[in-house]
């Protein structure tokens, strides 16, 4: 008797086409139950429209066509209260400054003013300071003051003000939130004006 036929190598042939026969039995089972994923839960696998900031945005800035796009994003990178409709931002203030792709949420959009009597617009301003924006709440009557500076005094630019809407804090400036304040359209425009050139506060009634 052949002792060597006792030891015989086996069939290397046969064991490469089993391994690749369980590659691929493993394989299409991955697919499968990745198509089962797709189909059960589509939203959270391809994304969910996502209202996005088109390129660098100031605050107070009025929310127009150009300044927004919609993107597909999982919902892992989607943060609470995102906004995931154009219209929903359209002729919106921002109450904070945004950076080019960054999602839009709730609180970045300053609070939608009602609507005041004919004559009458309503302005957005950044106070000094930030302590003074949090004791205010719409429909609370202030006066406008303008802080002083060289050859221009402390002035009160605005009597009787009223408050429509306290946007959000930006974490990364010690000024207030942005403001929204209801004046006569002569008054508003003198306070939208020197808030740009001058730290504006407000007294309270």
Known sequence: MDVLAKFRLPDLTRLHGRRTRLIRRWLAA??????????INPGSARGAPT???AHDLPSGATLRAADVR????????????????????????????VRAGEPLTDVRLAAIPAPGDPGTATVPVRL???????LL???????????PEPGAPASVLAGGATVV??????PTTAKGALVLLRLPEATATRVAAISLE????????
């Open 51 to 53: 209202v996005l900031a």
């Open 30 to 39: 991955c697919l499968l139950l990745t198509g089962a994923v797709l189909v």
């Open 165 to 170: 809407g306290v946007g959000h804090q930006e």
């Open 128 to 134: 000094a300071d930030a302590g003074v924006a949090e």
């Open 198 to 205: 001058r730290p504006v506060t407000v007294t309270l009634r």
């Open 137 to 147: 709440g719409p429909g609370r009557r202030v006066d406008v003051v303008a802080a």
């Open 70 to 97: 919609l993107a597909d994003l999982p919902d892992q990178a989607r943060p609470t209260g995102v906004l995931s409709s154009l219209d929903a931002v359209d002729g919106r203030l921002l109450a904070g400054a």
